[in-house]
């Protein structure tokens, strides 16, 4: 399967996370198109409080192009969609139980 709208870095990157999912359906290797790269920022928090000073950091920088946050739950993907709404931002979320 080919992506001809990512950058490359992304497409290897979503490639290896999605190969460590636990019983994944789809084991096909996603091809990018784009031979440029684009910007992976990782944010590993172990605190709720934690949730305000990373939206901070993404309103502060200025999310450019398509971004996209991953979070473990449910519920911090909904307190992070309130505080970027919030702030102006427009945005559609998506989720789903997967257990990692």
């Known amino acids: 399967m080919e992506n001809y ?3 490359s870095n992304l497409v290897q990157f ?13 084991d096909t290797l996603i091809i990018p198109k784009q031979t440029d790269l684009g910007k992976i920022k ?3 928090y172990h605190s709720n409080h934690l949730l305000n000073p990373l939206v ?10 398509t ?5 473990k739950k449910n519920d911090e993907a909904l307190q992070i969609t309130g505080l970027l709404v919030k ?3 427009s ?4 989720a789903t139980e997967i257990p990692i």
Request: contains cysteine; charged residues 20%; positive net charge.
């Open 87 to 89: 702030n102006g931002l």
């Open 67 to 71: 971004t996209c946050v991953l979070t």
């Open 42 to 44: 990782l944010v590993r």
């Open 56 to 65: 901070e950091g993404m309103l502060r920088e200025g999310p450019a192009g």
């Open 14 to 26: 979503s490639n290896q996370f999605a190969a460590r999912i636990p019983f994944r359906l789809q």
């Open 91 to 94: 945005l559609d979320y998506f």
């Open 5 to 7: 709208r990512s950058k």
